[in-house]
T-cell receptor
Framework: GAGVSQSPSNKVTEKGKDVELRCDPI?????LYWYRQRLGQGLEFLIY????????KSGLPSDRFSAERTGESVSTLTIQRTQQEDSAVYLC???????????FGPGTRLLVL | RKEVEQDPGPFNVPEGATVAFNCTYS??????FFWYRQDCRKEPKLLMS???SGNEDGRFTAQLNRASQYISLLIRDSKLSDSATYLC??????????FGTGTRLQVFP
């Protein structure tokens, strides 16, 4: 069956531009997570959606970062006024419930010049 | 203190060796435990869940010690293909999963 997909797979942008990253979770998965992973570093939690509950935004590093999810489908992560330190791989994962196995997408590699 | 802590390594071991990783967690109400594997420049993938009684999957054995709040992963007869970063994952009580920063394993010929 289809796994988690993300687009674009790679994104190069100039400092100060806005970018939008997309995640398509596995159908029927109620939980969706966004993570950031800098080169050689661990996963950094950004935001978590669980069904219709208010999202857990506790990991967003600044107000330049925001994310939306419509129902239990697609999610978009938006970074406004990108900075060079935003360069990283942005990973999305979904799971059937909040505490069950997470399935990751291939990630979006973002490079801010 | 981090919610999930791991020794970052790297652990450098020869083929055929046995290697063990430990991970400690801070929330005593945690109920779900996993080990994930992440290859270089790839996304993390589930290696195995960790059950209270311990569980084995081929060369891999996972153990849970609730009293001391740690989980372990044992890899027997290491293969070159085992080289990766191993991530310890714990749920925060009844809340979302928390990932450790990972332990890097390098198996050499």
């Amino acid at each position: 069956g289809a796994g988690v997909s993300q687009s674009p797979s790679n994104k190069v942008t100039e400092k100060g531009k806005d970018v939008e990253l997309r995640c398509d979770p596995i159908s029927g998965h109620t939980a969706l997570y966004w993570y950031r992973q800098r080169l050689g570093q661990g996963l950094e939690f950004l935001i978590y959606f669980q069904g219709n509950s208010a999202p857990d935004k506790s990991g967003l590093p600044s107000d330049r970062f925001s994310a939306e999810r419509t129902g239990e489908s697609v999610s978009t992560l938006t970074i406004q006024r990108t900075q060079q330190e935003d360069s990283a791989v942005y990973l999305c994962a979904s799971s059937s419930t909040f505490s069950e196995t997470q399935y990751f997408g291939p990630g979006t590699r973002l490079l801010v010049l | 203190r981090k919610e999930v802590e791991q020794d970052p390594g790297p652990f450098n071991v020869p083929e055929g060796a046995t290697v063990a990783f430990n991970c400690t967690y801070s929330n005593s109400a945690s109920q779900s435990f996993f080990w994930y594997r992440q290859d270089c420049r790839k996304e993390p993938k589930l290696l195995m869940s960790v059950y209270s009684s311990g569980n084995e999957d081929g060369r891999f054995t996972a153990q849970l010690n609730r009293a001391s709040q740690y989980i372990s992963l044992l890899i027997r007869d290491s293969k070159l293909s085992d080289s990766a970063t191993y991530l310890c994952v714990v749920n925060r009580g009844t809340d979302k999963l928390i990932f450790g920063t990972g332990t890097r394993l390098q198996v050499f010929p």
